[in-house]
């Protein structure tokens, strides 16, 4: 839940235009909250407004107007050096407060009117580090289903579905806890999903799919004691409730450990990425599509996805025909 009641009025109108008009996530909206609150707290301490210098003890209920208005890019750098030097924050996480201010800031320029001048208008983003993602090997993929297919694990059923999902769909970890049963049509081997920014998206269905899911309802369906909140949850907990984020992540690291795989560099969302890297090595899947499966509102972030393997590397240059000179 936000604390919103801890927030000057400024803050939480635009909590409510991200809600109400830019159709925001709830994440989302937490996020906001949680990266605005830190740079509010932080001009604070900058403009000499506290004597508290931990950012946790730190009031922003009254955070003024006049205060406000004093705020220039400079001021916003002095912040992001702050998250870069003292942090040590990542590029991506400075990327995403960056992000975040810069919205904020067009609100209360444009729609709110309260500043006349937007200082974040020519706010840069820093260069991202470019990495390529984590991803289990095809073979390591199939020990993991082995694993999640162990009969002697009482929830096989779900564990094995949940598992198939994310290697063969590469769907998110918020997108599998909110799938309801409804939301699969059988009959066309599909399935919907709500994505980021409440978009929804449609998941089409492979053979291995189809049966790990059908496999499952069959227990699913036996359940007689499912909370009301939760009749309509496709993947339910022991204790008969919508599945949690953490339970599938604890779910996913035991798999891991049962297969002799690092829980330190796997995790739920590398079997998305699992997903992605096979469809497009296997698969000649077509960037175009991968973004829509994906979900990806730029094609730029599903291009990650088109690295190749240094076997791949190898073949390459062996295949060069100056290679038997």
Not at 109 to 124: G, T, V, Y
Not at 156 to 182: M, P, Q, V, W
């Amino acid at each position: 839940m936000i604390p919103r009641e801890k927030n000057p009025d400024f803050l939480n109108s635009f909590l409510d235009y991200s809600i109400t008009i830019l159709n925001k996530s709830p994440n989302s909206i937490k996020e906001y909250n949680y990266d605005l609150a830190m740079f509010l707290k932080y001009m604070m301490i900058h403009f000499n407004l506290t004597k508290e210098q931990d950012l946790k003890n730190i009031d922003i209920e009254n955070f003024s107007i006049e205060t406000l208005k004093k705020i220039g890019i400079e001021d916003i750098h002095a912040f992001i050096s702050y998250l870069a030097i003292d942090l040590r924050a990542k590029p991506a996480t400075r990327a995403r407060k960056i992000s975040t201010i810069r919205i904020f800031f067009k609100y209360l320029a444009q729609k709110a009117k309260i500043l006349e001048i937007n200082p974040a208008q020519d706010l840069e983003t820093p260069k991202a580090e470019k990495r390529m993602p984590k991803y289990l090997s095809l073979e390591d993929s199939y020990k993991l289903l082995d694993v999640a297919g162990n009969e002697d694990n009482r929830n096989h059923e779900r564990d094995y579905a949940i598992t198939t999902i994310f290697l063969n769909c590469g769907i998110r970890l918020s997108e599998l806890i909110g799938i309801n049963i409804k939301d699969i049509d059988f009959s066309e081997c599909k399935m919907n999903v709500i994505g980021k920014g409440n978009k929804e998206r449609t998941i089409y269905l492979n053979k291995a799919c189809m049966k790990a899911l059908t496999d499952y309802l069959i227990v699913r369906k036996a359940k007689t004691n499912v909370k009301f909140n939760s009749k309509d949850a496709l993947f339910l907990s022991e204790r008969n409730e919508r599945i949690s984020k953490r339970t599938v992540q604890y779910v996913v690291e035991k798999e891991l450990q049962a297969a002799g795989l690092d829980t330190k560099k796997y995790s739920t969302h590398k079997l998305r990425h699992t997903a992605a890297t096979l469809m497009y090595q296997y698969g000649n899947v077509d960037i175009r599509a991968l973004q829509e499966l994906l979900g990806h509102e730029s094609i730029a972030t599903t291009q990650i996805y088109t690295h190749v393997n240094n076997e791949q590397v190898r073949n390459a240059v062996e295949s060069n025909p100056l290679s038997n000179l």
